[in-house]
């Protein structure tokens, strides 16, 4: 038998591979590093570390590091790219004995002149949000422009959500419109943009709609929380600050195009009308208030509807930017976006009478189903220029124009139960609002550490509602005993109405602030003096038309459709003379004085004293016999802060600060007429309602760890004098009006906390704010006496409208930048609210808690384009109001059939809305 040394030379050679495996492994080694900016610490996300012996490449992580695996001993030369920096070369040394480490910074690419250094001004990225955060004169919560193209939200007000302490309140179309900060609503609340106070074109508040502005067009969004004297006063609850796009250092273009639907569209019509054939303008507007108008003045093209199948939603936005000239010093950017969105509603409503039953059980006067099909149309369009004269002079001119068209129609199938009738009614609406603001601004740095900047403002806010019609047509109905199959009876045609609405606001305004840099007892010191002049005029206009059915041969005329209809115009044709035709002028003049003192090398304190003086006026075209029809109003604030930040570490901050602020009425507030809402008439209280004041206390730790991690935690405290809120009064049989009332005094007080935390690829953003309000007023308690039915007032301990106990937001993400992806999965939690104060004991309108969870991602394809896609409202998260009151009682009391919408005995379901998921998928650009 032949000797054969291939079995035993395979089995030695398998043993020798193995073994110079193990010792491969048991020397190579692994290198961690961390990129840089070497101007400001900020660790590059997304840079390129290549390794020339292996020609591997990675790719720094979330955290601001990047990981080398498997690297044998020795000695090898990095290449660190990163965009608009300079790329590094660094060679190091892996040895074995570990543990082997290496820091790189890269150098900003940037000009740097011999008279000036121009630098980008934006903070698009976290980590810079972060620097606002630690280094901000007050308590502030800062959105970066990263974290919002990342997110799911495509308007400011949705933005809003994902901040600490703040619940958002939706418009019929569940679109994020008003902002509620710690639980103070949004007439608490004031909004600037680029520092500067913007008029608002809400056709009854001072608050402004953020669903005007397109997200993509911020660099980033301020949230203040606390108050300096060098900011305007009137804000309890905060103070908004969009932060628009600024000029770069260098050559920017960024587009990107999305197209989606909403999905409510799979289950009910959206329904459309032309809106060519709308009047602009009403009959009064066109001939003079004594023109009497025919119905050939009211033509019927918007109460003609057709249905479109799955409409197709729409975004687009384009930024470019660059500066030019000598040394760089003329810098533009233009940055515009366009939204087409079509959303629906479906809606169940129990319209309530206007006194309950005995012991305050509820009462209905009907059953309303509701369909909403809106057309949401949004441009915005950001422009800045500015020049650098030399390194001590600046002067820049800014343009915000927004504009936002909505196309509604609602549609509304109620049953009278007692009478057996039901009605149906429609209703067209085009409603335009839009913002336009012109700011030339300058800074100087003069001698001997003394600056001064100023602004000088031309704002217009404009609304229209041009023509909004509505039509009902009402048939009634016998139910068979026996089948229970419902026969229809004579179909007659009801009242049409038609309404015009125009408001424009016009603010012209000085801003001047002069800040001298010292020093007061070897110790740093810093003075600020400051006023604001303001000239505010509103115009409203307010013409209303009904028209009634001309009757038939047999008395009510039959309904075939809106065409055929025959009406006459009732009250001669004229428009009803009212009190919402009015203009409300205001001149404010603020002055203040404010210092900064270095107290200790870690104790900073900053305090002054703000003064505001009020001048208002109003005028109605009401009659001399007509009570308030115009007026005049004198007062005068004065608002002092202090506030104290101690640096724990360079990192590491306590802050404890007082303010005092105010809050001026609405202008519909105080004017002796109103509007109708959804629900109810809303009317002024120009008899006595006073301004709002509060004074505040708050206090934060900060810590911010590195890279974008984040955690806050903090309290506040709020005394409120004089809140004004909402209430119904009885104004007929079945019918309620709200108008608002000062309610004494109010406390509001809350804890926040705030956690952001990134590990390699992955990271976690987390808020919760826990808010505790308490208001008393009397309130109507219906009860059986010997006389019959009557009321009694009783006081009732409250929260305050708009606040929830619970808020938080939880976002899990993903970013692998090797792979060139961004996912974000992002749930946000709103606690129960009062949406409704009602003047009866315990029938307040409660808003459910709701969970809403939304997905977003961004993929890179190739160089500079990337795939993106957002889904909200995954859950399809309805917003429900509800009655804290027994609906088996009322079954109990009231003796009638069971109801829609009831799950549970313990409380009374009366709305319940849902709007379904939206889905958006688009490409992105970017040089």
Same mark, same amino acid.
């Given at each position: 038998?032949?000797?054969?040394?291939?079995?035993?030379?395979?089995?030695?050679?398998?043993i020798v591979s193995f073994l110079l495996l193990l010792m491969s492994t048991a020397f190579a080694q692994t290198l961690k590093g961390r990129v840089n900016d070497a101007a400001t610490g900020d660790p590059l996300v997304g840079a390129t570390v290549?390794?020339?012996?292996?020609?591997?490449?990675?790719?720094?992580?979330?955290?601001?590091?990047?990981?080398?695996?498997?690297?044998?001993?020795?000695?090898?030369?990095?290449?660190?790219?990163?965009?608009?920096?300079? #790329?590094?070369?660094?060679?190091?040394?892996?040895? *074995?004995?570990?543990?082997?480490?290496?820091?790189?910074?890269?150098?900003?690419?940037?000009?740097?002149? *011999?008279?000036?250094?121009?630098?980008?001004?934006?903070? *698009?990225?976290?980590?810079?949000?972060?620097?606002?955060?630690?280094?901000?004169?007050?308590?502030?919560?800062?959105?970066?422009?990263?974290?919002?193209?990342?997110?799911?939200?495509?308007?400011?007000?949705?933005?809003?959500?994902?901040?600490?302490?703040?619940?958002?309140?939706?418009?019929?179309?569940?679109?994020?419109?008003?902002?509620?900060?710690?639980?103070?609503?949004?007439?608490?609340?004031?909004?600037?943009?680029?520092?500067?106070?913007?008029?608002?074109?809400?056709? @009854?508040?001072?608050?402004?709609?953020?669903?005007?502005?397109?997200?993509?067009? $911020?660099?980033?969004?301020?949230?203040?929380? *606390?108050?300096?004297?060098?900011?305007?006063?009137?804000?309890?609850?905060?103070?908004?600050?969009?932060?628009?796009?600024?000029?770069?250092?260098?050559?920017?273009?960024?587009?990107?195009?999305?197209?989606?639907?909403?999905?409510?569209?799979?289950?009910?019509?959206?329904?459309?009308?032309?809106?060519? &054939?709308?009047?602009?303008?009403?009959?009064?507007? $066109?001939?003079?208030?004594?023109?009497?108008?025919?119905?050939?003045?009211?033509?019927?093209?918007?109460?003609?509807?057709?249905? @479109?199948?799955?409409?197709?939603?729409?975004?687009?936005?384009?930024?470019?930017?660059?500066? %030019?000239?000598?040394?760089?010093?003329?810098?533009?950017?233009?940055?515009?976006?366009?939204?087409?969105?079509?959303?629906?509603?479906?809606?169940?409503?129990?319209?309530?009478?206007?006194?309950?039953?005995?012991?305050?059980?509820?009462?209905?006067?009907?059953?309303?189903?509701?369909?909403?099909?809106?057309?949401?149309?949004?441009?915005?369009?950001?422009?800045?220029?500015?020049?650098?004269?030399?390194?001590?002079?600046?002067?820049?001119?800014?343009?915000?124009?927004?504009?936002?068209?909505?196309?509604?129609?609602?549609?509304?199938?109620? #049953?009278?139960?007692?009478?057996?009738?039901?009605?149906?009614?429609?209703?067209?609406?085009?409603?335009?609002?839009?913002?336009?603001?012109?700011?030339?601004?300058?800074?100087?740095?003069?001698?001997?550490?003394?600056?001064?900047?100023?602004?000088?403002?031309?704002?217009?806010?404009?609304?229209?509602?041009?023509?909004?019609?509505?039509?009902s047509h009402q048939y009634g109905f016998q139910i068979d005993s026996q089948t229970g199959q419902m026969t229809k009876q004579s179909d007659d045609i009801q009242k049409m109405n038609r309404l015009w609405m125009a408001n424009s606001d016009k603010?012209?305004?000085?801003?001047?602030?002069?800040?001298?840099?010292?020093?007061?007892?070897?110790?740093?010191?810093?003075?600020?003096?400051?006023?604001?002049?303001?000239?505010?005029?509103?115009?409203?206009?307010?013409?209303?038309?009904?028209?009634?059915?001309?009757?038939?041969?047999? &008395?009510?005329?039959?309904?075939?459709?809106?065409?055929?209809?025959?009406?006459?115009?009732?009250?001669?044709?004229?428009?009803?003379?009212?009190?919402?035709?009015?203009?409300?002028?205001?001149?404010?003049?603020?002055?203040?004085?404010?210092?900064?003192?270095?107290?200790?090398?870690?104790?900073?304190?900053?305090?002054?004293?703000?003064?505001?003086?009020?001048?208002?006026?109003?005028?109605?075209?009401?009659?001399?016999?007509?009570?308030?029809r115009f007026g005049t109003i004198d007062y005068v604030d004065l608002l002092p802060s202090l506030q104290f930040k101690y640096a724990l570490a360079e990192n590491q901050n306590l802050r404890l600060a007082y303010y005092k602020a105010l809050t001026?009425?609405?202008?519909?507030?105080?004017?002796?007429? &109103?509007?109708?809402?959804?629900?109810?008439?809303?009317?002024?209280?120009?008899?006595?309602?006073?301004?709002?004041?509060?004074?505040?206390?708050? %206090?934060?730790?900060?810590?911010?760890?590195?890279?974008?991690?984040?955690?806050?935690?903090?309290?506040?405290?709020?005394?409120?004098?004089?809140?004004?809120?909402?209430?119904?009064?009885?104004?007929?049989?079945?019918?309620?009006?709200?108008?608002?009332?000062?309610?004494?005094?109010?406390?509001?007080?809350?804890?926040?906390?705030?956690?952001?935390?990134?590990?390699?690829?992955?990271?976690?953003?987390?808020?919760?704010? %826990?808010?505790?309000?308490?208001?008393?007023?009397?309130?109507?308690?219906?009860?059986?006496?010997?006389?019959?039915?009557?009321?009694?007032?009783?006081?009732?301990?409250?929260?305050?409208?708009?606040?929830?106990?619970?808020?938080?937001?939880?976002?899990?993400?993903?970013?692998?930048?090797?792979?060139?992806?961004?996912?974000? +999965?992002?749930?946000?939690?709103?606690?129960?609210?009062?949406?409704?104060?009602?003047?009866?004991?315990?029938?307040?309108?409660?808003?459910?808690?709701?969970?809403?969870?939304?997905?977003?991602?961004? @993929?890179?394809?190739?160089?500079?384009?990337?795939?993106? &896609?957002?889904?909200?409202?995954?859950?399809?998260?309805?917003?429900?109001?509800?009655?804290? @009151?027994?609906?088996?009682?009322? $079954?109990?009391?009231?003796?009638?059939?069971?109801?829609?919408?009831?799950?549970?005995?313990?409380? %009374? +379901?009366?709305?319940?809305?849902?709007?379904?998921?939206?889905?958006?998928?688009?490409?992105?650009?970017?040089?």
């Amino acid at each position: 038998m032949p000797l054969t040394f291939t079995p035993f030379l395979k089995r030695t050679a398998g043993i020798v591979s193995f073994l110079l495996l193990l010792m491969s492994t048991a020397f190579a080694q692994t290198l961690k590093g961390r990129v840089n900016d070497a101007a400001t610490g900020d660790p590059l996300v997304g840079a390129t570390v290549k390794v020339a012996e292996t020609s591997s490449k990675h790719f720094v992580q979330l955290d601001g590091t990047f990981t080398v695996k498997n690297i044998k001993p020795g000695t090898y030369h990095l290449e660190v790219k990163y965009l608009s920096y300079k #790329t590094a070369k660094q060679e190091i040394t892996i040895t *074995s004995a570990g543990p082997n480490a290496v820091s790189v910074v890269l150098d900003p690419d940037v000009s740097e002149l *011999s008279t000036v250094t121009i630098n980008a001004a934006g903070y *698009s990225s976290d980590r810079k949000a972060r620097d606002l955060e630690k280094n901000s004169e007050a308590l502030v919560n800062v959105v970066s422009a990263k974290t919002i193209q990342l997110s799911s939200d495509l308007t400011v007000a949705n933005v809003m959500q994902r901040v600490s302490g703040v619940t958002i309140e939706k418009n019929s179309a569940g679109e994020g419109r008003y902002p509620i900060i710690r639980g103070m609503e949004k007439r608490y609340i004031n909004t600037l943009v680029n520092g500067i106070k913007i008029p608002s074109p809400d056709n @009854k508040n001072r608050y402004v709609p953020l669903d005007l502005f397109p997200s993509e067009i $911020l660099d980033h969004l301020e949230v203040s929380k *606390s108050l300096t004297p060098s900011m305007e006063g009137d804000a309890i609850g905060g103070t908004i600050n969009l932060v628009m796009k600024d000029a770069p250092s260098h050559l920017i273009i960024d587009g990107n195009f999305a197209a989606g639907y909403n999905n409510i569209f799979d289950s009910q019509p959206y329904k459309q009308f032309s809106t060519s &054939g709308t009047s602009k303008y009403s009959p009064a507007e $066109l001939n003079g208030n004594n023109y009497m108008a025919q119905v050939g003045d009211f033509p019927r093209g918007a109460l003609n509807y057709t249905t @479109k199948n799955t409409p197709v939603n729409m975004t687009a936005g384009l930024t470019i930017g660059n500066r %030019f000239g000598k040394d760089k010093k003329f810098g533009f950017i233009v940055s515009g976006s366009y939204q087409n969105n079509y959303r629906g509603t479906s809606s169940t409503f129990f319209l309530p009478n206007a006194q309950p039953s005995v012991n305050n059980i509820p009462s209905f006067q009907e059953l309303q189903q509701r369909q909403y099909s809106t057309q949401s149309q949004r441009l915005g369009i950001n422009t800045k220029l500015d020049y650098q004269i030399n390194s001590k002079n600046k002067i820049s001119l800014y343009n915000l124009y927004v504009n936002l068209k909505d196309v509604q129609e609602r549609n509304i199938v109620d #049953t009278i139960v007692l009478n057996s009738i039901v009605n149906y009614q429609d209703r067209s609406t085009v409603q335009k609002q839009s913002i336009n603001n012109s700011t030339l601004q300058g800074t100087h740095d003069l001698n001997n550490g003394l600056k001064l900047d100023w602004s000088l403002v031309y704002s217009i806010a404009n609304n229209r509602l041009p023509d909004q019609a509505y039509f009902s047509h009402q048939y009634g109905f016998q139910i068979d005993s026996q089948t229970g199959q419902m026969t229809k009876q004579s179909d007659d045609i009801q009242k049409m109405n038609r309404l015009w609405m125009a408001n424009s606001d016009k603010d012209y305004s000085a801003y001047v602030n002069m800040t001298q840099q010292g020093m007061l007892l070897n110790r740093k010191m810093e003075l600020k003096l400051g006023a604001v002049f303001r000239d505010k005029k509103r115009d409203n206009i307010y013409n209303e038309y009904s028209l009634s059915p001309v009757p038939g041969a047999k &008395g009510a005329q039959p309904y075939t459709n809106i065409n055929d209809a025959i009406y006459t115009v009732d009250n001669s044709g004229l428009s009803p003379v009212n009190g919402n035709n009015y203009t409300f002028k205001e001149d404010l003049t603020e002055a203040y004085v404010q210092f900064k003192w270095e107290l200790l090398h870690k104790l900073e304190m900053l305090g002054g004293l703000r003064v505001e003086q009020t001048h208002q006026h109003y005028d109605t075209q009401l009659t001399e016999s007509q009570p308030y029809r115009f007026g005049t109003i004198d007062y005068v604030d004065l608002l002092p802060s202090l506030q104290f930040k101690y640096a724990l570490a360079e990192n590491q901050n306590l802050r404890l600060a007082y303010y005092k602020a105010l809050t001026r009425p609405s202008f519909i507030d105080l004017i002796p007429d &109103g509007v109708q809402g959804e629900v109810f008439k809303e009317q002024g209280n120009p008899s006595g309602l006073n301004h709002t004041t509060a004074n505040n206390v708050d %206090f934060r730790y900060e810590f911010f760890p590195g890279s974008s991690d984040e955690i806050l935690i903090g309290t506040f405290y709020k005394d409120i004098k004089d809140p004004i809120e909402y209430t119904a009064i009885k104004s007929g049989v079945t019918s309620q009006t709200l108008i608002p009332q000062n309610f004494g005094t109010a406390t509001n007080f809350g804890v926040e906390a705030v956690i952001t935390k990134y590990f390699g690829p992955f990271g976690i953003s987390a808020n919760y704010t %826990f808010t505790r309000s308490r208001i008393t007023t009397d309130k109507l308690v219906s009860y059986l006496s010997d006389k019959g039915q009557t009321t009694r007032l009783d006081p009732e301990t409250r929260p305050l409208q708009g606040q929830s106990d619970h808020v938080g937001n939880l976002s899990l993400l993903y970013k692998n930048p090797k792979l060139g992806l961004d996912i974000q +999965i992002a749930g946000v939690y709103t606690g129960e609210r009062i949406a409704l104060v009602s003047p009866y004991y315990g029938l307040d309108y409660w808003q459910a808690p709701t969970t809403q969870l939304d997905f977003s991602f961004e @993929k890179s394809l190739v160089k500079r384009l990337a795939l993106y &896609g957002k889904i909200n409202n995954i859950t399809n998260t309805p917003m429900q109001l509800e009655l804290h @009151k027994s609906y088996a009682e009322y $079954l109990a009391f009231q003796g009638s059939k069971p109801l829609n919408l009831q799950t549970d005995p313990n409380k %009374f +379901i009366v709305q319940k809305d849902y709007f379904k998921t939206s889905f958006l998928l688009g490409l992105r650009y970017k040089l």
